[in-house]
């Protein structure tokens, strides 16, 4: 049962429209036979992203059998993955402030703007040097320590002579101590 081509047209949009929005679906390109019995339409895509892309619809075209859609995607054109060619950033800048004169690029700052940051910057500083000042005259007696708070405390020059073998109570250890202690390298008999 042969259908004519605006049909198959017919067909592969109705295909097109439960997959995407039939907005994003332009023209017919053209149509192709790629093998026997398979009819590809190509209809031009609208998006935005996809500059030289198109709609691909494969129908089936067999004699006696009613055409049904084998295939929906969507396909790049020559051309179409190639990066466009490269524009300098300050050629791209003077296009974007012709097209845009009223606005400002995002980095750029106005001049009232400038003024402002400036004011507010010796505003800091001002506010830097009085909290100075102030903290330097305020004693709150964090910075002095209390005779009670260093009481058994050690100066790093006292816990770098303290090693911890004698105990201040025990002066002389007990021969039966070194008995039972093992013997230190230099003690060991090397005597063959």
Known sequence: MPITDEER???ARAALGEVVDPAEVGDLIGAERPEPGVVDLRFACTLAAYTGWSWVVSTSDLEGVEPTVLEVELLP???ALLA???VP???RLAEWRRQHPDERHPG???DDETAEDDQ???DREDD??????EDLADDDGLDELDDAELEGALSPEEAEQDTGDVDDEDPE???ADDDDRAPRPAEEDRSL
């Open 77 to 79: 054109g020559d051309g």
């Open 173 to 175: 250890p007990d021969e």
């Open 84 to 86: 466009p060619p490269w």
């Open 120 to 122: 507010d910057d010796e």
């Open 128 to 133: 830097d040097a009085e909290l100075d000042e």
């Open 108 to 110: 750029e700052v106005a």
């Open 9 to 11: 047209a017919a067909l």
């Open 89 to 91: 950033w300050a050629e």
